[in-house]
């Protein structure tokens, strides 16, 4: 729908605008006086409405500018995109009974906040009425430059979440929903090892003895599937050798626990147990109890970091092996492997093995068969052995029949 013509222009409390349609929504223009005030959504198809909030935008803007005090703004005002997400933060850290995030989420929360904050700042979006589809779209293209598919996804699905928040709360109208459906990424990018990088991994480990702790926590992400979080919070009291299983416990709910500042939690927010392969086993009964209690320990016997696990695995194991394993240029190779890389080594080796995907969903705490699928990865050298295990034809019809002449 071509834009309406413009109406007079609008004089306000501290500034002149110009006042037009795009697509039955008014826009205030203040580009036309002395100071740029940009061009700006006012959210809503109602001229009495759109004038109202004319008059706060003017406020805003004068407050910004430092020619009006702060207390001219009302609770009426239109909210600040900084402001939107101070409320928002402040409502996710509602605590877990009343279904607010975990730290580790929140802090994710954060992080996004920060990206959109600059975005907005870099293109002149002030207020939350303003941040419309067309800016989400935008928004996405940038963070594609520098972000994930998967990122992207989260970050946008975290701002649609946010608006609608606003709008259930009344603090933004209705029609500043962002109706724009987002396509989730299938495929991880995350690399996934062989197992003949795994075994080279462990062995390099275990020839060093100042590394031979790391290659008892390789062996165990890469045979439990567990997030490094989870691992290096592992007690001797979750290890049950008699049932061969261990226990991955999400303790959010132990109010002594929660006190002390001990209770550990997992992703999904439910506990797991998951069976001892064999060599793990044997790996872990070599290690033996000991007094702090948890059951991977470091060369000197401290307690596991997992930022400082990442950060000794690249130095002391990517990078003395790269080499070994090089990356073709452009691709996605073992350079590029991580710590959770190893959870889908399991992920995908637990379904060679013959695993059914309700197990591997198990052991791997994900209530859903999408993630399941994102973990999994088929290299060509296994697609080719079990293809080769496939038998399409009768025994004596695998002769080729004899090609007849013309």
């Not at 928002?88 to 994710?108: A, F, I, K, M, W």
């Not at 600059?118 to 067309?134: A, M, P």
């Not at 033996?288 to 002391?316: H, M, Q, T, W, Y």
């Not at 969903?361 to 496939?390: C, K």
């Amino acid at each position: 729908m071509p834009r309406k013509p413009n109406e007079p222009p609008i004089a306000c409390e501290y500034f002149i605008w110009g006042l037009f349609r795009r697509n039955g929504v008014y826009y205030a223009d203040g580009r036309g006086g002395k100071r740029n005030l940009g061009k700006h959504s006012l959210g809503t198809r109602d001229r009495d409405e759109a004038l109202e909030r004319l008059k706060q935008l003017d406020r805003q803007k004068a407050v910004e500018l430092g020619l009006a005090d702060a207390s001219v703004l009302d609770s009426t005002e239109l909210v600040s995109i900084s402001d939107g997400w101070r409320l928002y933060l402040e409502h996710s850290d509602r605590g877990e009974v009343l279904s607010g995030v975990s730290p580790p989420t929140l802090r994710r929360y954060e992080s996004i906040r920060d990206n959109h904050i600059e975005f907005c700042s870099q293109h002149g979006v002030t207020v939350w009425n303003e941040f419309d589809k067309g800016m989400v779209q935008r928004f996405s293209k940038w963070l594609g430059k520098k972000h994930a598919a998967s990122t992207v996804c989260l970050e946008l699905q975290t701002v649609k979440s946010l608006v609608k928040w606003l709008i259930e709360e009344k603090k933004l109208p209705a029609d500043c929903e962002i109706k724009l459906r987002l396509r989730r990424p299938q495929d991880s990018d995350t690399y996934c090892y062989s197992s003949d990088e795994v075994s080279r991994m462990v062995k390099h480990c275990t020839i060093s003895p100042h590394l031979k702790w790391l290659g008892h926590v390789i062996l165990a992400l890469a045979h439990l599937g567990v997030r490094i979080s989870e691992l290096v919070g592992l007690r001797w009291s979750d290890i049950h050798l008699e049932s061969g299983m261990i226990h991955i416990a999400d303790e959010r709910s132990s109010r002594r626990k929660g006190k002390a500042g001990t209770a550990r939690t997992t992703k999904g927010r439910r506990s797991r147990s998951i069976p001892i392969h064999p060599r793990l086993r044997k790996a872990i009964e070599s290690l033996g109890p000991n007094s702090s209690g948890f059951v991977f320990r470091d060369a000197n016997g401290k307690a596991l970091c997992p930022g400082r696990v990442l950060k000794l695995f690249i130095r002391e194991v990517i990078e003395p092996l790269k080499n070994e394993f090089p990356t073709p240029a452009g691709e996605n190779g073992f350079e590029h492997g991580r710590l959770h890389s190893f959870r889908h080594f399991f992920c995908s080796q637990a379904f060679l093995g013959g695993a059914s995907e309700g197990e591997i969903r198990e052991w791997l705490g994900h209530a859903n068969s999408r993630m399941v699928e994102r973990y999994r990865h088929l290299r060509n050298e296994d697609a080719q052995r079990r293809m080769a295990q496939i038998e399409f034809l009768a025994e004596e019809d695998e002769e080729d029949p004899p090609i007849e002449a013309a």
